[in-house]
């Protein structure tokens, strides 16, 4: 919403920004949690093996310890990497040292951002390379003022984003990917329930002989 803003000025709104960004991971993470507990319901009740051979479902169950591992892997990466890199700088800020923590530029989203037309990153890219055809053409095709507005420092549509910026998506995909990871595992290991009612839609109960001792 700040880097690449969908509407004019929302990057300078920050009240508004928050209460976007609260409300919409508020309404997915509902939806994503109906959805895989949904899901888990369904392969308990209404799945059967016989008329779902060798479809997509079959094949997601059967290298369901691929995907889990995968999203495993996926999780532990982002959670070492981006928790390190905050313990080594606040580290590093308490001993009285600012000159040394690792900061990480997000050339990617910078590369994004300059390929729209801001040009105070350095790269040579679609409108933010004057020598380009993109940015020769775009003059008579583009809304007037567009490249000065989105470099002019007093307006900030573009915001600048840095090392910050890299650090609070990683920790965001964090809870992301794990979040999926705990709901995905839930769905896919779904029939291998325990439980007495989810076993009758099975058809694999068997009721013990019972004894009486005196």
């Known amino acids: 919403m700040y880097s690449l803003p969908a509407y004019a000025f929302i990057a300078q709104d920050f009240t508004t920004q928050a209460a976007l960004y609260t409300h919409h991971q508020y309404i997915a993470g509902f939806i994503m949690t109906g959805a895989f507990a949904h899901g888990a319901i369904f392969f308990i009740r209404d799945y059967n093996p016989e008329h779902n051979e060798d479809n997509v479902l079959a094949r997601m169950l059967k290298h369901k310890e691929a995907i889990i591992s995968h999203l495993s892997w996926a999780s532990l990466f982002l959670g070492f990497h981006t928790l390190g890199l905050y313990v080594h700088n606040d580290v590093m800020l308490a001993f009285g040292t600012p000159e040394k923590p690792i900061l990480i530029e997000p050339i990617f989203a910078q590369w994004i951002q300059s390929a729209h037309g801001k040009t105070s990153y350095g790269f040579d890219i679609l409108l933010s390379s004057t020598n ?34 890299f650090l609070v998506h990683h920790a965001i995909a964090l809870g992301l990917h794990t979040t999926t990871l705990i709901l995905v595992k839930g769905a896919l290991d779904a029939r291998g329930s325990k439980l007495m009612p989810d076993k009758k839609d099975f058809g694999s109960v068997r009721w013990p002989r019972t004894r009486r001792y005196l």
């Open 132 to 165: 380009g055809p993109t940015f020769n053409t775009g003059r008579s095709i583009w809304l007037p003022g567009w490249l000065n507005a989105i470099n002019d420092n007093s307006n900030l549509l573009f915001l600048t984003i840095g090392p910050g910026d």
